[in-house]
């Protein structure tokens, strides 16, 4: 297993600001994944982030709007960008622990960032 | 595309009654299912999986699910509900060539005393 945490765990923020949410994981991953749950829906995938890779991003988000950063195996950040009151959500980060041998495994998910914006 | 279908937006059950929560996937191949338990203002925590074997796989919190190829579906049950267990359940479904998961609209189970 993986235990996971996020930075900051709830925030309400202006529109036009932008936000930084860091995902921390207690062990070397390869696979990180960024997802958002607007209010009453399910998860979403944002993007996919590799360490030394650029991120890959799912259709209807763009880099410019939700920059990632991966630099290294355990750490990752996710910015919501120019934010509108639309970008309130629960943001979530997620590790695959797939491990040799094996051909999938489960993804564990942080506690989630709760983000209001104003 | 892959996609996830939980036709019941909500489910209210009495405690100590039992509990069925349906999920439906589309996908060509053998997918990889999950179900994963979210409570308010919780993270989620996954209830169990399945890759591959035995179609009747055993979770957490006396939970189980069941796959079935015929379906395309892999319901999750429980036979006797306890008042902690009222939560959104989302089941998700992957698969070998995407590791990102996809995700059903979920479950809201409400547990009347």
């Known amino acids: 297993s993986a235990v996971i945490s996020q930075k900051p765990s709830r925030d309400i923020c202006q529109r036009g600001t932008s936000l930084t949410i860091q995902c921390q994981v207690d062990s070397q991953v390869t696979m990180m994944f960024w997802y958002r749950q607007q209010p009453g829906q399910s998860l979403t995938l944002i993007a996919t982030?590799?360490?030394?890779?650029?991120?890959?991003?799912e259709s209807g988000f763009v880099i410019d709007k939700f920059p990632i950063s991966r630099p290294n195996l355990t750490f990752s950040t996710l910015t919501v960008s120019n934010m509108s009151p639309e970008d309130s959500s629960i943001y979530l980060c997620?590790?695959?622990?797939?491990?040799?041998?094996?051909?999938?495994?489960?993804?564990?998910f942080g506690p989630g960032t709760r983000l209001t914006v104003l | 595309a892959q996609s996830v279908t939980q036709p019941d937006i909500h489910i209210t059950v009495s405690e100590g009654a039992s509990l069925e929560l349906r999920c439906n996937y589309s996908?060509?191949?053998?997918?990889?299912l999950f179900w994963y338990v979210q409570s308010p203002g919780q993270g989620l925590q996954l209830l169990l999986k399945?890759?591959?074997?035995?179609?009747l796989v055993q979770g957490i919190k006396g939970f189980e699910a069941e796959f079935k190829r015929s379906q395309s579906s892999f319901n999750l049950r429980k036979p006797s509900v306890h008042w902690s267990d009222a939560a959104e359940y989302f089941c998700a479904v992957g698969h070998t060539g995407r590791r990102a998961l996809t995700f059903g609209s979920g479950t809201r189970l409400q547990v009347q005393p």
């Open positions: 982030a590799n360490q030394g890779s650029e991120a890959t991003y």
């Open positions: 996908y060509g191949a053998t997918p990889y």
């Open positions: 399945y890759f591959s074997g035995d179609t």
């Open positions: 997620s590790v695959d622990l797939t491990t040799s041998g094996r051909a999938y495994n489960e993804q564990f």
